[in-house]
């Protein structure tokens, strides 16, 4: 990648906990359009907000592991290049190696008016573009309780919907994004789906990337956070081209 380093997973990462429902009574924007709008700002905030454990000040601080050489995983008979050379569509996701998940890259990080503002944080990292536009970007494991056999589609509307039960498939748009390859250069792309909102006067624009690979047992998701429409556009448009998912390598 353009930047050799990567983020992914947490040894602990799990899903985060469903959001609870609005209590009966509560205000709710009329109409789907902004039903819609309202569903990306409430998914954009549980996407982010996933809780974070806080360590006690007054425990005991823990000695440090003896660094030792990670074990590439690998799975005989596999070809991971093969995979990683062509293009990941839904139907191809039995074709990755069970059990290995996928990684997201850090690119975003040396493109101009962009900085990171958390990295690697519980398997997050976000940015903060200067015309007030964030990016979060998250890898997830063991999501197999999500996962519909053989049909990574069903798996990822089925995140969306463990996310938010209000969202419905129909909310949810086909879209791409780097399937590894270098930042500036041609590479596969890999489907996801894609949940856009904030068309609503004084709200932000949004769209959330995601993509649950069911052999894999991981999930990605990429959510953009714009003050309006314009800022959007172009910072879906760099995110796109800099952050990749990066295909699991053995």
């Known amino acids: 990648m353009g930047s050799t380093r990567k983020y992914g997973t947490t040894p602990a990462a799990g899903l985060c906990p469903r959001p609870r429902r609005a209590p009966r009574g509560s205000l709710r924007p009329r109409g789907r359009r902004g039903r819609v709008a309202f569903l990306a700002l409430a998914v954009a ?4 907000g996933c809780s974070v454990g806080v360590p006690d000040p007054s425990a005991a601080k823990a000695a440090p592991a003896a660094p030792t050489l990670a ?3 690998i799975t005989p008979g596999h070809d991971a290049a093969a995979v990683a050379a ?3 569509p839904f139907a191809a996701g039995d074709t990755m190696a069970a059990g290995v998940p996928v990684q997201l890259s850090d690119g975003l990080r040396d493109v101009p008016g962009w900085k990171p503002r958390t990295e690697n944080v519980a398997g997050t990292s976000e940015y903060l573009k200067e015309d007030g536009c964030v990016v979060s970007a998250r890898v997830r494991t063991n999501q197999w309780a999500l996962a519909v056999s053989g049909d990574d589609r069903a798996s990822t509307e089925s995140l969306f919907h463990y996310l ?3 969202i419905l498939p129909d909310y949810l748009k086909s879209g791409t994004l780097r399937w590894g390859g270098e930042p500036g250069g041609p590479a596969p792309r890999v489907e996801v789906l894609v949940f856009a909102g904030g068309e609503r006067a ?3 624009a949004t769209a959330i990337y995601a993509r649950l690979f069911g052999t894999s047992g991981s999930s990605v998701y990429l959510s953009v956070s714009c003050p309006d ?3 959007l556009a172009a910072a879906r448009s760099e995110a ?3 952050i990749a998912v990066v295909p699991p390598s053995g």
């Open 45 to 48: 905030a549980t996407l982010a």
């Open 71 to 73: 074990t590439p995983t």
């Open 86 to 88: 062509k293009d990941m």
């Open 164 to 166: 938010d039960a209000s």
């Open 202 to 204: 004084g709200a932000r």
């Open 229 to 231: 429409a314009a800022t």
């Open 240 to 242: 796109e081209a800099r």
